[in-house]
């Protein structure tokens, strides 16, 4: 089993940043393609970021590259969404997921594919 518990969502002006943590607990940690994904109201959960167990494998949504960047630290446990440049369309409450693979390059873009998910924290971007 592994939980995941993300924080530092808030409030920022447009052209802001912020850093989303999400950290895990559970045994191979390092073994798990980690996710991001948001749910903007209304709207399906979609796909924001991903990031490999193995170091530098990382893909993104059209709508946040160059902007947004995932990073892992597995002696912590821990995936952060580096979130820069935002948008009001980014406004969403945002998601981590977990997904045990065999394979040290692999990852989803589905949110079907994901076991584990967090309770999801707030960003709101005002224009």
């Known amino acids: 089993q592994v939980q995941l518990v993300e924080s530092g969502g808030g409030q920022v002006q447009a052209g802001g940043s912020l850093r989303l943590s999400c950290a895990a607990s559970?045994?191979?940690?390092?073994?798990?393609?980690m996710g991001w994904f948001r749910q903007a109201p209304g709207k399906e959960r979609e796909f924001v970021g991903a990031?490999?167990?193995?170091?530098?494998?990382?893909d993104y949504a059209d709508s946040v590259k160059g902007r947004f960047t995932i990073s892992r630290d597995n002696a912590k446990n821990t995936v952060f969404l580096q979130m820069n440049g935002l948008k009001p369309e980014d406004t969403a409450v945002y998601y981590c997921?977990?997904?045990?693979?065999?394979?040290?390059?692999?990852?989803?873009?589905?949110?079907?594919?994901?076991?584990?998910w967090g309770q999801g924290t707030q960003v709101t971007v005002s224009s």
């Open positions: 990031i490999a167990w193995s170091i530098g494998r990382t």
């Open positions: 559970g045994r191979a940690f390092s073994s798990y393609a």
């Open positions: 997921a977990a997904v045990r693979t065999l394979y040290s390059g692999t990852y989803s873009t589905t949110p079907g594919a994901y076991d584990y």
